[in-house]
C-alpha cells in the first residue's frame, strides 16, 4: 500500500504510522469523560468502503495527514495535512 | 558550530572488504555548520523575501534543493528545511538567527547530522538497496530531495550535478549517532560492485554547495 503525502509524494506504508479515525478528543472535563473516551478509544466503525483516518509520515516530513481510503480495496481516494481545514 | 562537528562522524567507521574497483565512491562532507530553520505562524511569505533579499535564493516549497555560492538550503517537510553552509563557522548560525528574526526558528545541527557524498557508476544501484524511492535520473533529477529511510535509519538526501563521470551524484544526511549504523548498510550494498572511501568529495561537474 502507499500512501500519498501532500508534501512528500506518494511513498511506501513503511514510512507511515497509523494513528486512527480523526475523531474529535473527548471533553475530559464532561462528567462522564471516562465513559467517552471509552467510547471514542475503543468503539469505531469498521466500514467495509471509504474511510477518514489519520496518519503519521514519520520517516518523510514528520507531518500528520488525513487520508480517505477504500477499506475494501486500499485505493487511495484523498489526502490532506490534518492541520489544513477539513 | 560545536565540537562534535568539528569532529568527522565516519572517524570510527572501519570499511569493511568489498570487491576490487570503485563502481561506488563516498565520502564524508566536513566542516560543515548545519542548522534547520522553520517558519513560524504566518510568516511564511516574510520568511520567503527575507531570505531572497539576504541570500538571493528562493526557498523551495517541496522536497528540493535551493543553492547559492555559500549556503544550501534542502526541503524537509511543509516550511522547514535544513540549511548547510560550508565553512560557514559558529558566527553563520547568530547571523542567520538574527536574519530571520520573528519569521522563523533557528537551531543549531552542526554536531546532529552527517552528511555523506556517494558518486560512481553503481551509485544508483547501491541506493536503491537501500531507499524505498525512486532515484532514476529521469524520476529523480538534480535538485530534487527527498526525507526517507534507508535501512532503518531515517536520511535526507537530494541530487547534486552530475559528476565529471557523468555518474550521478548524491549527498545523503543521516542523524549523527546513526552515521556508523548508515556506513555499515551502504558499504554492504556496495561492497559487490567495489566502494572506495574518498578523501575528498567526489569533484562535480560545478560546485554545487560548496
Ligand atoms: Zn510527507
Known amino acids: 500500500m502507499r500512501i500519498n503525502c501532500p508534501y512528500c509524494g506518494e511513498r511506501d ?48 516530513c514528520r507531518g500528520w495527514l488525513r487520508v480517505t481510503r477504500d477499506t475494501r480495496t486500499h485505493a487511495m481516494l484523498g489526502s490532506a495535512f490534518a492541520s489544513d481545514p477539513a | 558550530m560545536d565540537e562534535l562537528a568539528a569532529q568527522p562522524a565516519s572517524a570510527s567507521f572501519v570499511p569493511p572488504r568489498s570487491a576490487s574497483g570503485d563502481g561506488v565512491v563516498i565520502t564524508e562532507r566536513q566542516n560543515l555548520t548545519l542548522a534547520t530553520l522553520q517558519t513560524r505562524r504566518g510568516q511564511h511569505a516574510a520568511l520567503r523575501a527575507r531570505v531572497a533579499a ?36 559558529p558566527s553563520f548560525v547568530r547571523s542567520l538567527k538574527a536574519d530571520v528574526a520573528g519569521l522563523a526558528s533557528v537551531s543549531d545541527q552542526s554536531g546532529g547530522h552527517a552528511i555523506f557524498r556517494v558518486g560512481g557508476r553503481a551509485v544508483g544501484a547501491t541506493l536503491a538497496k537501500l531507499v524505498p524511492i525512486d ?11 527527498a526525507t526517507t529511510v534507508a535501512a532503518h535509519v531515517g536520511v535526507t538526501l537530494w541530487r547534486c550535478p552530475d559528476g565529471l563521470d557523468g555518474e550521478q551524484v548524491f549527498e545523503l ?6 552515521a556508523g549504523s548508515f556506513l555499515e548498510c551502504f558499504w554492504d550494498s556496495a561492497a559487490e560492485f567495489g566502494c572506495r572511501w574518498d578523501a575528498q568529495p567526489p569533484r562535480a561537474s560545478t560546485s554545487p554547495s560548496r
Open chain 1, 13 to 60: 506504508l513503511g514510512e507511515f504510522v497509523y494513528f486512527g479515525d480523526p475523531v474529535p478528543r473527548p471533553d475530559p472535563s464532561a462528567a462522564d469523560a471516562a465513559q467517552r473516551f471509552h467510547d471514542s478509544v475503543y468503539l469505531r466503525d469498521n466500514p467495509a468502503g471509504p474511510h477518514q483516518e489519520l496518519w503519521y509520515h514519520a520517516y518523510g
Open chain 2, 135 to 145: 532515484l532514476d535520473p529521469a524520476a529523480f533529477k538534480v535538485g530534487d530531495a
Open chain 2, 173 to 178: 544526511s543521516v542523524f549523527r549517532s546513526l
Open chain 2, 54 to 89: 539576504r541570500f538571493h535564493v528562493d526557498l523551495p516549497q517541496r522536497p528540493a534543493v535551493g543553492r547559492t555560492q555559500s549556503v544550501s538550503f534542502v526541503g524537509v517537510g511543509p516550511e522547514t528545511w535544513l540549511v548547510i553552509a560550508p565553512d560557514g563557522g
